[in-house]
């Protein structure tokens, strides 16, 4: 028993240090840094990088080391060059106003860690057309099953039965194949409007659940039959561009217009192991793809989603010991992994 008890202290004496060595080489030897935030400029029609080593004002430097000011960005800072009477009536032959920035100004996000996260079946079902046209909280919550979907009252707990009926009726009209594989929905208030949830069934075509009056619809994005989509972002932005965002096989960022099409950015994203941010305007969008490695830049085109620009930057590279870890940057979940 002696010998057993030493073997199985020194295995995890040696765990131990495989785990916290190379913890504590990082914490020594590693040096905060930060990138600036960059966007395509509709002005200079190029990407420009906030600069704050002057902290009296803020500067932004093109990629020929150019440097501007908050004109660069009119789109971003529109209300400070308002207050100081430095707002252009126009750009590029379009006039411009407050409201109509405030209109097509769009930010969305994904994280990793949000993709990965394994989340129970339940998705709470908002009223998209209220009584007061207020947004009000879901009372309702639909369950995916292995053979269809289930609606329950929230306040009892109890199924309604004629509702869930209809609805799984509709999916079968429409051809959807049981069970459902991906949702996504913001079942929240605080937004102007509700699109209810993108779905995919079993073979992977697209849908959309919408409650309308009580009555959950379905529609069917033939457009989308085909792509192996692998991630559904839905976007309930004010201006209606779009009414989501989604990856599939191709491995490209693509986005769901209202009237069903797909347009595909040609942006390569991996969702499940790169963040995602777009900051988009009147005239561009700007996409950022970043890992452990670097960012990635994309100028996409506000009417079409074309690509008109792209740049990347590298991290610095930082040496690792090789060792162990319990957590990943990329997923909530506590494992044993290696890392190199």
Not at 292 to 303: M, T, V
Request: hydrophobic share 40%; proline share 5%; net charge negative.
């Amino acid at each position: 028993m002696k010998t057993i008890g030493k073997i199985f202290l020194s295995l995890s004496l040696a765990l131990l240090f495989c785990w916290v060595a190379p913890w504590l080489y990082r914490l020594i030897t590693l040096k905060a840094y930060a990138t600036p935030f960059t966007l395509y400029s509709c002005t200079l029609h190029d990407f420009t990088s906030l600069d704050r080593s002057d902290e009296r004002e803020f500067r932004f430097i093109d990629r020929s080391g150019g440097v501007h000011g908050d004109e660069a960005q009119p789109m971003f800072y529109a209300s400070i060059l308002a207050s100081r009477g430095a707002l252009p009536d126009s750009i590029e032959g379009r006039k411009i106003s407050l409201e109509e920035i405030d209109y097509h100004s769009v930010i969305a996000s994904s994280d990793p860690k949000d993709v990965n996260r394994t989340v129970p079946p339940v998705y709470l079902l908002m009223e998209s057309v209220p009584e007061r046209l207020e947004l009000k909280d879901p009372e309702d919550a639909m369950v995916s099953r292995k053979s269809g979907i289930d609606i329950y009252d929230m306040a009892t707990n109890t199924l309604r039965a004629d509702k869930t009926a209809a609805l799984n009726a509709a999916l079968k009209a429409r051809g959807f194949v049981f069970p459902a594989r991906l949702f996504a929905g913001k079942p929240s208030h605080r937004k102007e409007y509700d699109e209810g949830y993108l779905v995919t069934d079993a073979e992977g075509k697209l849908f959309q659940l919408k409650q309308v009056n009580d009555s959950v619809t379905v529609r069917h994005f033939p457009a989308a039959d085909g792509i192996g989509i692998d991630f559904l972002m839905i976007t309930e932005f004010e201006n209606h561009a779009t009414l989501g965002y989604l990856t599939g096989a191709d491995g490209c960022l693509q986005f769901l217009c209202p009237d069903g099409r797909i347009i595909n950015t040609t942006v390569p994203f991996n969702p499940r192991k790169e963040d995602l941010l777009i900051v988009g305007d009147m005239f561009y969008y700007t996409v950022k793809v970043s890992d452990d490695k670097g960012e990635r830049f994309w100028a996409l085109r506000s009417s079409d989603f074309a690509p008109v620009d792209s740049m990347s930057r590298a991290y610095p590279h930082q040496r690792n010991l090789p060792g162990i870890s319990f957590t990943s940057s990329t997923d909530s979940r506590v494992k044993l992994r290696l890392q190199q």
